[in-house]
């Protein structure tokens, strides 16, 4: 399975937001309600930010969310803080794997 | 809580056979729904899913390393442990294992990681 594409880099200012896309095909995305999303600082495992296209798990600030149309799912994140600089990946469950995105490498200016 | 940690050899020569174990806490993987998976990250490169064991045994596999791998549990030690055979330079990285939520479909929880290099 090839891996879902994301932009490998994006930059927006502290208090704007950005959506970040993770494009797949019918086999993966397209035909799945789980898509999950995850930050990553340098050099830190990742952190599960938003499970099942849309939903945050306890502690995730609702500044992040989620949202799937067609083989493309999408993360928006509000109000941009410094410490949302990041990578991003997403991931898509097809029953019996798994495919991560290339990731979104997320500067804030 | 729940934490993971990752454990095994830093450096693998080509050709070798690799066992990573990870030691969980904070849940069981005898609990209905419960499993752990492995997945690699290429040094400045993305996550990739390597395997996935369940409560009741099942397994499952990437498809483009499914015949070098083996995951296996062993639950009175709360451990998953993931073997590859035949390391190559390209599987250089940082290992994860990471719990899914139950029913599998997302990784709630990660451990640290661990680096393993592959060289001569």
């Known amino acids: 399975q090839s891996a879902l594409t994301q932009p490998r880099s994006v930059s927006a200012s502290p208090g704007r937001s950005v959506t970040l896309s993770c494009t797949g095909t019918s086999s993966d995305v397209g035909g799945s309600t789980f898509v999950s999303w995850y930050q990553q600082h340098p050099g830190r495992a990742p952190k599960l930010i938003l499970y099942?296209?849309?939903k945050r798990p306890s502690g995730v600030p609702d500044r992040f969310s989620g949202s799937k149309s067609g083989n493309t799912a999408s993360l928006t994140i509000s109000g941009l803080q410094a410490e949302d600089e990041a990578d991003y990946y997403c991931c898509s469950y097809a029953g019996t794997s798994y495919v991560f995105g290339t990731g979104t490498e997320l500067t804030v200016l | 809580q729940v934490t993971l940690r990752e454990s095994g050899p830093a450096l693998v020569k080509p050709t070798q056979t690799f066992t990573l174990t990870c030691t969980f806490s904070g849940f069981s993987l005898t609990t209905t729904g419960m499993s752990v998976s492995w997945i690699r990250q290429a040094p400045g490169e993305a996550l990739e899913w390597l395997a996935r064991i369940d409560w009741d045994d099942d397994e499952f596999y990437s498809t483009s390393v499914k015949t070098r791998l083996t995951i296996s549990k062993d639950t009175s030690k709360n451990q998953v442990v993931l073997t590859v055979t035949t390391m190559d330079p390209v599987d250089t990285g940082t290992y994860y294992c990471?719990?899914?939520?139950?029913?599998?479909?997302?990784?709630?929880?990660w451990g640290q990681g661990t680096l393993v290099t592959v060289s001569s």
């Open positions: 099942d296209v849309n």
């Open positions: 990471a719990r899914l939520t139950p029913y599998g479909a997302s990784f709630d929880y």
